[in-house]
DNA sequence: CGCACAGCT
């Protein structure tokens, strides 16, 4: 094998090389044998790895005829719905796609066509998808079972046609049938396309449910929601007595909400779909029995059926371009250097086509992005010019789809991007892939005592990961995915990643859970918790009152429940009813709540952002210095327009889209204030003691005071927590703080700090005391 | 002093 020409033991530095110590490397021939490991095979081009070798889908796929009847010994239940072998080039996406390919789909019916043409073209449409095929035999299982896992491909067109298809077959005459997804784009998006195939207008046949957002009418048969909605939902009404038909799609993600709605299903389906004489009561709390449709994208389904009682898995093969996938030879130090070579290999020996390169996180994103920069402009004028994209979550939404404008003549895209181009949205015209092999991820560490909290570590991505990463590439034509990593670390990596539920605070889901009489640890789960996470939770829920010595919920407990908050934050709302300051709480919390942080950080502009910010500021620390940003600009949008309000923003680094998202999140908490009797307008006026006081009920289990030493120490353990820099009492020595968090990353760094009088934190000691 | 994937009600 010639030698790894792009390994870092050969061009060890690359800051100080020229571009040409790359160029002389050029062989077309070296390109198919180089550094790369190729493991594509001909008969299963393509087709991510661990489908091909480790796992039975492909031998399903293979092995089985389409109905199933001469299948696979050791997969006898799953069953190949569909057999056809050539990848289209006319390429649907199906739900974990974004708005953006659905659109550019619909607009490919045709622009000049008649309406008439055009609806012809949408069925015509319908027809051709891989799912299409296994129609019958889908809707006869589903008739005959309870529960069916359908293990759907990418492009299979399940996700839109399965809810289609149980309409047209009458299976849900007397409910709505449901499609739970984990992302609001997407619930949006699929109702769009769904309604237009349904030839309806959307919110009457066709709807959706998202915060903030509805479109259903009492017409709506088939309703797209976010698992999250369904899970309020459930809440009013433990059975889901309005749908016949509940579709989890994307099941294999394992959201914290769809694993709980996994484990409600299962209960509710014991009560709805038990004989009568059996059950007596049963079938008078409900007049029609559930059909659970479990819909998963990858290789976990066999988990699935396990839970719900070796349910019937069927398989439909997906419509993916072949994308051919390279193992790095040896294991890479540097997973941005290498990357980076990986690119100019690319951009040298391959034809035009985008890239797009997977990172763990900004940091690396933006140093990655000024050394592909610096070197682009190093090349000589008649080649490829190069231009870089950045995407992630904290960026800004128009830098973000900056992504999607098409390249200029001559130049190829390169964009580098977090796991938010893995799932949530997709970019068009992706032909090559370098998949870093890193993530980062969030995991709570529950303690008893002094608190738990959360690690944000960069780790090994899974399998199902790196295929989802790879597939990236060939939505659209074929294309090649560099891994810069090994084929012996690929093999190694675990097929799926641990479930939501076993790396999150659990107070929010306990609360929820106890309003419906159940405890989380008696809930027939997929996955359990460990009980040091459900007592932590527990402890924290008694702390804030809404559980009482026997953990039965207290009337205070349900009327947290009912506040879309965080129950630390509903917490603090109830508490400001006594202090008589429930407007600034709900400003406070209300952004606290928001997906997006107030203060962007724009490191080349330090000095001007600190300066922009200080008159914000407020000596007592951040929650007081988020009100009076919150103030502010209520006061200027009051007066000036839109733009000016922008320019506003701009001007002092804050970011509109989270007052406009507050915004929208206050509203609806002003309406839960009014359900539960508390006077949202109460307000504190110039006294700002009362709103500090407020917070600290809700947070008084994460308070430290100052020690001797000048360092912080948490009030019930031993843990010792800093400032964190981003924080307005950073490097300040108060005597004691509260804080919304912890978030372990070199250090353990409290966010959202203010600093409570010492007599408060006195009377919050002895409050804790007497609750001990 | 030194920093933060994604997503939901």
Redesign the pocket.
Known sequence: MPTATFSTKVIPKMRNAAYYGIKTEKNPKRAKSGPWVDVSDDENKGRPNALKRKNSVANARVDQSWNGQNGHKRKKRRQSLVGSDIPQANDLPNGSGSSHSKTNHLNGAGPSTSYGNKAKAIQEHRKQLPIAKGRVALIDEIRKNDVTILLGETGSGKTTQVPQYILESGLAKNGMIAVTQ????AATSLAHRVAIEQNSSLGDLVGYS???DEKSSPETRIKYL????I??ELMSDPLLSDYSVVIVDEAHER???TDLLIGNLKRIQKLRNSPPDAKGKANSDASHPLKIVIMSATLDAEKFSRFYHNAKILYVKGRQHPVKIYHSAESQLDYTDSAMRTFFQIHTDQPPGDVLIFL????DIESLQKSIEWYAKQLPADKLSVITCT?????EHSQNSKAFNPAPANTRKCILA???AET??TIPGIKYVIDSGK????QYLARISGGGFDT?LTRDITRSSAMQRAGRAGREGTGVCFRLYTESVFNSMPISGEP?ILRCSLT?SILNLKCLGQDLSELDLMDKPDSESITSALKTLWLLGALDNEQKLTPAGRQMALF???PQYACAVVASKEYGCTSEILDIVSIL?S?S?LFM?I?EQ?EAVAEARRQFRHASGDHLTILNAFKTYRDIAASENKQARWDWCRKHFLNERTFLEAGNIREQLVLTCRRVGIDSAASAKENEDPVVRSMGHGLAGNSAFLQPDSTYKHTMGQTIVK?????TL??KKVPAIIYDDL?Y???I?A?GVSSIPKSFFMSLQAFKQRKA
């Open positions: 984990p992302r609001k784009v998202v915060r903030f976010t698992d999250g909605m899970v309020r959201t914290l909400r763990p996180g900004q940091e995407m992630f979550a904290a960026q977090t796991n938010i949530s949205i993530c980062k991820e969030k944000l939501e929010s879309p908050l965080d709540s997906s942080k950080d490191s330090r400032i964190h820099p981003g924080s950073s490097d978030m990353t070199n250090q760094y966010r």
